[in-house]
């Protein structure tokens, strides 16, 4: 496999994905600083750095949104937030798909070996995403006086 | 020789030729813009600025130059910046007089001389050599331009903070 080249690809795709993550965290611009607090966006950080698959990003995410659920209307935006971005991060998939054409002969290879390859690649579109997403949640609402 | 007569020259060459000389015109327009007085003044302005917010501290202007030349991705540079303003509280480091912001926008904004060279550049070098350009030139182009800003940046903020008394000890 071409990791040159999907390396190159990753970077064109990191920096042209960037304005979409800026208008996410405009987007739920009123959750901050709660009650999407920095630790929450921390531990998502640290989750996406983490994980050996994207299924443990997914479970977290969807535990998230389950508490909020449990906590009632007053937790509905948070909600929204948590669904929305289980959704788009596992958009990132297709992404990761499409960057592999062309590059990798998919066709050949075994259901495992095009999985392991999917994983990988999705796994570090997610990290892409969510350090620019983070960066601008922080910028945008950044510490408060005594904090 | 004329722009016009160095463009007549390079479309004829084949896209291999050209390839390389798309990358020296690359470097040699970035130097030019990178010498611009415009460039030098404002960023000079926002050196001092910030080594007065930092008090001289080298750690978090290293770790922007660092990242800048290590990156390949204009948004690691950004994302850095953006991190570090998040971080500061009203009035300081960062924020101090706006001077993260300023730096920020200074990067990223099309009204802005950087923007402003890559998408001259672009324009210039896609003329001389249409056979070799892509579709990436304008963000490597930013990426250049973000690097010599940050590294005029960084040398003025050491000059700033010597001045100053701060900064590091000399080696």
Same mark, same amino acid.
């Given at each position: 496999?071409?990791?040159?080249?999907?390396?190159?690809?990753?970077?064109r795709w990191s920096d042209a994905r960037e304005p979409d993550t800026v208008s996410k965290a405009e987007t739920y611009r009123t959750l901050?600083?709660?009650?999407?607090t920095n630790a929450q966006l921390s531990s998502l950080q640290g989750i996406v750095e983490a994980a050996p698959a994207y299924s443990e990003v997914r479970d977290y995410i969807r535990n998230q949104g389950d508490?909020?659920?449990?906590?009632?209307?007053?937790?509905?935006?948070?909600?929204?937030?948590?669904?929305?971005?289980?959704?788009?991060?596992?958009?990132?998939?297709?992404?990761?798909?499409?960057?592999?054409?062309?590059?990798?002969?998919?066709?050949?290879m075994t259901k495992k070996e095009k999985q392991t390859e999917l994983d990988e690649l999705h796994r570090r579109l997610m990290r892409e995403y969510v350090q620019h997403f983070v960066a601008h949640c922080l910028y945008l609402t950044p510490e408060m006086e005594g904090e | 020789m004329t722009m016009?007569?160095?463009?007549?020259?390079?479309?004829?060459?084949?896209?291999?030729?050209?390839k390389q000389l798309l990358s020296l015109a690359l470097r040699r327009e970035v130097s030019r813009a990178s010498d611009r007085d415009e460039l030098r003044e404002m960023v000079e302005a926002r050196a001092e600025l910030?080594?007065?917010?930092?008090?001289?501290?080298?750690?978090?202007?290293?770790?922007?130059?660092?990242? +800048?030349?290590?990156? #390949?991705? @204009?948004?690691?540079i950004t994302d850095y910046l953006k991190q570090q303003i998040g971080r500061s509280k009203p009035g300081e480091r960062w924020r101090h007089q706006n001077v993260g912001v300023d730096i920020l926008t200074d990067l990223s904004s099309e009204e802005k001389f950087v923007q402003k060279q890559v998408q001259r550049i672009a324009k210039l070098l896609s003329e001389q050599y249409p056979a070799a350009t892509d579709d990436d030139l304008p963000r490597r182009l930013r990426? +250049?331009?973000?690097? #010599?800003? @940050?590294?005029?940046?960084?040398?003025?903020?050491?000059?700033?903070?010597?001045?100053?008394?701060?900064?590091?000890?000399?080696?």
């Open positions: 496999m071409n990791q040159r080249e999907i390396g190159q690809r990753l970077i901050r600083p709660k009650p999407l508490k909020a659920s449990r906590a009632g209307p007053a937790q509905a935006e948070m909600r929204n937030f948590w669904l929305d971005l289980d959704q788009t991060l596992g958009s990132l998939r297709n992404d990761a798909e499409a960057m592999l054409v062309g590059v990798v002969e998919l066709g050949s | 016009s007569e160095v463009t007549s020259i390079a479309v004829q060459l084949d896209s291999g030729q050209q910030l080594a007065v917010a930092l008090k001289g501290n080298m750690a978090q202007i290293r770790n922007l130059e660092n990242i +800048a030349y290590s990156t #390949e991705k @204009v948004s690691d990426l +250049a331009m973000c690097r #010599e800003y @940050v590294r005029h940046l960084t040398a003025h903020y050491l000059y700033s903070a010597a001045e100053r008394g701060e900064g590091d000890e000399p080696t």
